[in-house]
């Protein structure tokens, strides 16, 4: 297939029509009522009793705290959370957020920081309160908000934590200016994390580091917390090596365990490479797409919008430059579709390049077509990849947008990069590894022991810290003082209720929320994309 180059002038004219890609394709049947076997059926998957619990406590107007170890769901029941707070309040007054622009993309919301109109959040908080109230429109978010939902809390420190609840009391009034108030003045908070995963990277002046150790931590919850279950794995020996690594002791059967998945075979190519700096990640994608030696198309975002938000869009997941070719590892940056798999963390190989036949008939004479990949996932899923739209919003307006593929190079990945995700087969090279958490996220991707290869591990390097143990040991024993209790209870001992809920599923059926179509099979009729694309063959790069 012989490709050649697009311009920016056909981007535009096929944004309308990558618009009109709908989800109805997911699941459809025929007119005969038969399914149709290019359309995956949506799954159905049942929240356990916890879950359910939590989203009863939702439901009932309570201010939550989520946590629980890596793949116990919570990010899953996040985004039921989210569907049931847009129906309890109105659509525009939730707001999703998380910590991280990378977390933030999983859950289709924005960085908390751009959410609070704070920048970089490094002044002190009256200096942060007067740039919220001479935002106009930070200012409208925060008197607007009604829910607030921040995921990935381990990474978000304390200080940040008591500024916005400053704000929030300052801005939107309430029952007297006490700090140590219940609440956030009517906002219904629901925040997520694990803080034995990644730590918050902060200065020491302030002694705090966690979110936990927020002054305002404890009154800003009515319930909290732990789901016990993991989905990720199911392994027994597995599950117990990722809690005594996450509790940063690990026992002689986990050692065993952990020796021999350094010294088994080389994994196979599809496996991803973890490493903890990113150095290490870009060296070793850039060497392998040198090594590959095909022809290279390198996709540019097409952004649209002003600063500071076009800023904004480089700290999202979706990359500025991706380049592309036949062979390429990639990982999905976005949900496309959760029913099959095809969500933020799938990953697979470039296969070919496709054109779009029914623009081209439309529009060019020539050859001059853009292109778009078909990638091959590791789920044996084959499907042409079409841009996506990343949108930053204030209030209900977008106020930037980046368009681009959602993929990046996934030979290698940071383990910043990795944290959320599921993965089925990895290689970690911790030689490097620092700070708290780091070996338990990398670790804890893995579905199967099969799948976990190591390199330069040293038992040294599984850490965990101890204000965070210490924060947890607390969690525990309130959950032992309900003792019997069956499921939910009051715990008003100046502090919130604390749920530890069995692992039972509910007879109750939740939807798997499929929100965009793909096809399995391209036809003729691809829809096209590319806004500007240069080629290169063995490192030499053409622009067009
Ligand atoms: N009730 C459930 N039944 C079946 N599978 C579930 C359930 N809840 C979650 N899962 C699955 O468990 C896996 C892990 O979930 P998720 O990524 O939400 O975990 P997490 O707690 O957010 O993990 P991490 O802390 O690593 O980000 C996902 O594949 C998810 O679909």
Redesign the pocket.
């Known amino acids: 297939m012989k490709l050649l180059y697009p311009v920016i002038a056909t981007y535009r004219h096929f944004s309308s029509k990558i618009s009109t890609k709908s989800p109805k394709g997911i699941g459809r049947k025929n007119k005969d009522g038969v399914d149709d076997p290019k359309t995956p059926k949506r799954t159905r ?4 009793e916890e ?1 359910t619990q939590v989203l009863d406590a939702i439901s009932s107007g309570k201010s939550v705290f989520i946590t ?1 170890s ?8 996040l985004q039921h959370i989210i569907r049931k707070l847009k129906k309890l309040h109105q659509r525009s007054r939730v707001f999703v957020t998380a910590s991280t622009g990378l977390a933030a993309c999983a859950i289709k919301g924005r960085t908390l920081h751009s959410f609070a109109g704070i920048g970089l959040g490094m002044d002190d908080r009256q200096t942060l309160l007067h740039k919220v109230i001479s935002n106009r429109r930070a200012y409208r978010r925060w008197t607007r908000a009604s829910a607030l939902v921040i995921d990935e809390v381990s990474m978000l420190d304390a200080k940040i934590f008591d500024t916005l609840k400053f704000i929030a009391r300052e801005v939107r009034g309430g029952e007297g200016r006490d700090f140590e108030n219940k609440g956030w003045s009517g906002i219904q908070l629901v925040v997520s994390g ?1 803080f034995f ?1 990644l730590p918050p990277i902060v200065s020491r002046e302030s002694g705090k580091e966690f979110a936990f150790e927020a002054d305002c931590w404890d009154s800003s919850f009515d319930v909290q917390v732990e ?1 016990t279950r993991v ?2 794995q199911s392994e027994a020996n597995l599950v117990k090596l990722l809690q005594n690594v996450r509790r940063g002791k690990v026992d002689c059967e986990d050692m065993d365990l952990l020796k021999k998945c350094c010294t088994k075979a080389e994994p196979d190519s599809s496996a991803v490479q973890l490493y903890p700096r990113n150095q290490d990640v870009n060296r070793v994608n850039k060497k392998k797409m040198e090594d590959l030696k095909k022809l290279t198309y390198i996709y540019h975002a097409h952004d649209r919008g002003e600063d500071p938000w076009l800023r904004q869009l480089n700290q999202g997941i979706a990359p500025d430059e991706l380049p592309l070719c036949e062979g390429a590892r990639v990982m999905l940056c976005k949900n496309l579709s959760t029913s099959s798999k095809l969500v933020n963390g799938a990953i697979g190989t470039v296969t070919e390049f496709w054109y779009d036949n029914v623009v081209v008939s439309d529009l060019w004479k020539s050859e001059d077509r853009p292109v778009v990949p078909m990638v091959k996932f590791d789920s044996g899923l084959e499907v042409v990849i079409y841009p996506e739209t990343w949108d930053i919003v204030e209030g209900d307006k977008v106020v930037a947008t980046r368009k681009q593929l959602p993929l990046i190079l996934a030979w290698a990945l940071s383990i910043h990069k990795c ?2 995700m ?1 993965l089925d087969s990895l290689h970690a090279n911790l030689s490097r590894a620092f700070g708290f958490g780091m070996v338990y996220v990398a670790l ?1 991707r893995v579905r199967t022991l099969d799948g976990l290869h190591l390199s330069g591990f040293k038992p040294s390097k599984i850490k965990a810290h101890p204000k965070v143990l210490e924060f947890y040991h607390k969690f525990s024993q309130k959950q032992d003082k309900r003792g019997e209790d069956d499921g939910v209870s009051e715990d008003r001992g100046g502090s919130a209720e604390v749920i530890h809920g069995s692992n039972k ?1 509910t007879g109750k059926d939740n939807d798997i929320d499929s929100s965009l179509v793909f096809r399995c099979k391209p036809n003729s009729s691809l829809v096209s994309w590319c806004n500007s694309t240069t080629k290169s063959r063995e490192g030499g790069v053409t622009t067009c």
């Open positions: 998957i049942k929240l356990t879950q629980g890596a793949g116990t769901g919570k990010t899953f029941l694990d995963q789901l989905f990720r944290q959320g599921t804890s599923t």
